[in-house]
């Protein structure tokens, strides 16, 4: 009877744990999804509704035309193709760089191979506003300044990125490396052929975080750009504010803000299932 009792009070618990986590996540995902909603619902709204109070939630009348003047205000095809070009490069680089790093920590043996990694993973310690004015020189002694090159060379390489392949490659199994070195595979061999294609899930972790930073990247691009013709798109948002000399046109910015989302939205949605299941593998070993 103790033992029936006893199954039965942790069922309950067990199910009002269970409500109590769904009422927690529904509230932070409704506090997540309001201000998106709320951005969506701007940019469909006349200039003169924007700034009523107290504030509409649904637009009275739906003005399409926000979109069309949003792009033909600035030119947003030049600032989403500099995106695009910051935001593939500073992925597929970050990839490559520390993917390769991560099985050198992982795997290699070299004298002081772990001093190094810790080393390098202090940087991530360090904040972005420390490194801007050596990062700036650095820039301008390559001639990278007011070039897109100059955005995306440093988010090519990434300490956390690179501390997530190492834990990654960690939970591989050794056989696999060991089997091929006795077939003659080298450890280039091994890495391309063997390596590459088990570490999908946390290649497509890294892929989306850093497509997202890059995207949304302003402080940077500020920095190293001057011209319009390289400035990217949330540089180019900005300028909505300096065009205008009586009220900030939000209706518009609304409207940019929207369609500026739609590539990350499709690279989260591409990408959810390795998303999830790269979070799920990824080990903490070592």
Known sequence: MK?????????RSQRMGDVLAWLVLSVLGISFAVPFLWMVATSFKSMSEVYTFPPTIIPRVFHWENYVQAWQALPFGTFFLN???VSLASTAGAIVTCSMAG?????????GRDRI???YLG???IPFPVLMIPLFIVMRNLGLVDKLPGVFLPAMFS???????????LTLPREL????RVDGASFYAIFWRIILPLIKPVTATLGIFTFLSSWNQFLWPLIIINSIDNKTLPLGLTMFQSQQLGRTPWDL???SATFSIIPILIVFVLGQKYYVRGIALTGIKG
């Open 159 to 169: 300490a956390w990125g690179t501390f997530l392949m190492r834990q990654f490659i």
């Open 103 to 111: 099985y050198s920590f992982a795997r290699l043996r070299y004298p």
């Open 253 to 255: 910015i609304m409207a």
């Open 177 to 180: 490396e060991e089997a091929a």
């Open 117 to 119: 990694f810790l080393a």
């Open 83 to 85: 995106n695009a070009i």
């Open 123 to 125: 940087t991530i310690m």
């Open 3 to 11: 033992s029936i009792g006893w199954r039965a009070s942790y069922k």
